[in-house]
């Protein structure tokens, strides 16, 4: 596409921030499930659910700009990109408050004591938002390259 902006749909830029958002989303969960222990609190089956929602958006995002990238641009329509745009927005906002309570919480149980989280446990619980911050940075990023595109089309 002729002018487009780096980071939109169909570009190499949105592959990338795709790709690096699916594997942070998938980092964040497998972190997060090493334990069974996280079912005790609801931030953390929160940031579960969250990331469970957000790898499948994100792993249909690459394939569509890798087929774009590799093979054929995509025709991208104005709906189509608005609800692109909408879904990133909707995930990345809980992606955040997933990450930001999970953070909180495996904060406050590492100073509260090692009765309720051991240390290795808790920092487990830490890496995982940590990844879930990245991820939220890339999809919000995304996100803000394709509503750049919108008013183009």
Do not use: H
């Not at 830029?13 to 964040?28: I, K, P």
């Not at 692109?84 to 927005?89: A, P």
């Not at 997933?98 to 290795?120: W, Y």
Request: proline fraction near 3%; charge should be negative.
């Amino acid at each position: 596409m002729e002018g487009q902006v780096p980071g939109a749909m169909g570009s190499s830029g949105s592959l990338v921030l795709r790709f690096g958002q699916t594997c942070f989303s998938c980092a964040s969960l497998l972190f997060m499930c090493l334990d069974i222990e996280f079912y005790s609190y609801t931030t953390f089956c929160f940031l579960v659910t969250v990331m469970g929602l957000v790898i499948p958006w994100s792993l249909v995002l690459v394939l569509a700009d890798a087929y774009s990238v590799f093979f054929k641009s995509l025709d991208l329509q104005r709906r189509n990109l608005l609800m692109i745009i909408i879904g990133d927005l909707v995930l990345s906002f809980l992606s955040l408050a997933a990450a930001s309570s999970t953070a909180s919480v495996a904060d406050l149980l590492l100073d509260v004591g090692k009765s309720f989280c051991p240390e290795k446990l808790c920092s487990r619980y830490q890496l995982s938002a940590a990844m879930a911050f990245l991820s939220w940075f890339l999809s919000f990023s995304s996100s803000l390259f394709n509503l750049w595109l919108l008013p183009a089309l």
